[in-house]
């Protein structure tokens, strides 16, 4: 009996089957595939055009009350006919631009021409070279000084500098004060003659590392060096400033400063 009962469920178990497959496709869910029919092919999707994605671009980037009109890489307004090419652009004329050196203050003639004129004070010179703002050469003349003090053994670089600036800076007033409305005179201009009219005590120092100038012949050279650059500073002070009649008050100041580098340089 239960044998039976096993055949009949099978037999209605195949007619269930026979019966789905007969069911039309419009009852196919989800997760339900028809394999009766062959491969379809894919169905090709129309490339949106390049205008309308440009087009797109150009909208969401340009803001609203400067539509760009052009398209990309495009420029919207050509350059004038006769106008050049860096000329439309905006670059440098690089033909025409002057040197390095002259941009960074620097120039070797007018260098030349002062180192000449603190050598030989007895030479004309031009007011354009002593306006000249040059600091390149003093900065060489102090460094060498303190140079010629590191073969005596002594390490004053920042001695010289500070000394350098109070005087500097002491000239600067004193010179502006003296000149009036006549004329005046920069800071850094003060610092270029001064520093310029330091040569000769490089000079003395370098001497002094050899020689001894502790004696009464050593301390005749130090005023005769003292001398000479306060002769050499007043010279471009004066012809800076136009105070002839005032060149002895000028250069008393001066000598009082290169007196204490000549300290410096013989003891």
């Not at 178990?13 to 039309?24: A, E, F, K, R, V």
């Not at 070279?129 to 460094?143: E, N």
């Not at 000079?203 to 050899?210: K, P």
Request: glycine fraction near 8%.
């Amino acid at each position: 009996m239960s044998s039976n009962y096993w055949m009949g469920d099978e037999s209605q178990q195949n007619n269930d089957w026979y019966g789905q497959q007969q069911q039309p496709q419009a009852n196919l869910g989800w997760n339900n595939f028809d394999y009766s029919q062959g491969p379809q092919p894919p169905q090709q999707q129309e490339a949106p055009a390049a205008t309308d994605y440009y087009s797109r671009f150009n909208n969401y980037n340009a803001p609203a009350s400067n539509n760009y009109s052009g398209g990309m890489f495009i420029p919207s307004t050509a350059p004038a006919a006769g106008a050049t090419a860096s000329a439309a652009y905006g670059d440098d004329d690089i033909e025409n631009e002057p040197p390095l050196l002259e941009e960074l203050g620097i120039n070797f003639s007018h260098i030349k021409e002062k180192t000449m004129v603190v050598l030989n004070p007895v030479g004309a010179t031009s007011v354009d070279v002593i306006a000249d703002q040059d600091l390149a050469g003093p900065l060489v003349f102090c460094l060498m000084f303190g140079a010629a003090l590191l073969l005596h053994g002594k390490i004053q670089f920042g001695f010289i500098y500070g000394v350098g600036m109070l005087g500097c800076v002491g000239m600067y007033m004193l010179m502006n004060l003296m000149a009036g409305d006549v004329a005046t005179i920069s800071f850094t201009c003060t610092a270029s003659v001064l520093g310029y009219c330091l040569l000769p005590m490089s000079i003395l120092s370098m001497l002094s590392a050899v020689l001894s100038f502790k004696g009464s012949i050593g301390y005749g050279i130090s005023l005769l060096a003292v001398f000479w650059c306060s002769f050499s500073a007043s010279k471009l002070f004066v012809t800076a400033l136009s105070l002839d009649s005032q060149r002895l008050l000028v250069a008393y100041p001066c000598a009082l400063l290169y007196a204490v580098f000549a300290l410096l340089a013989i003891f």
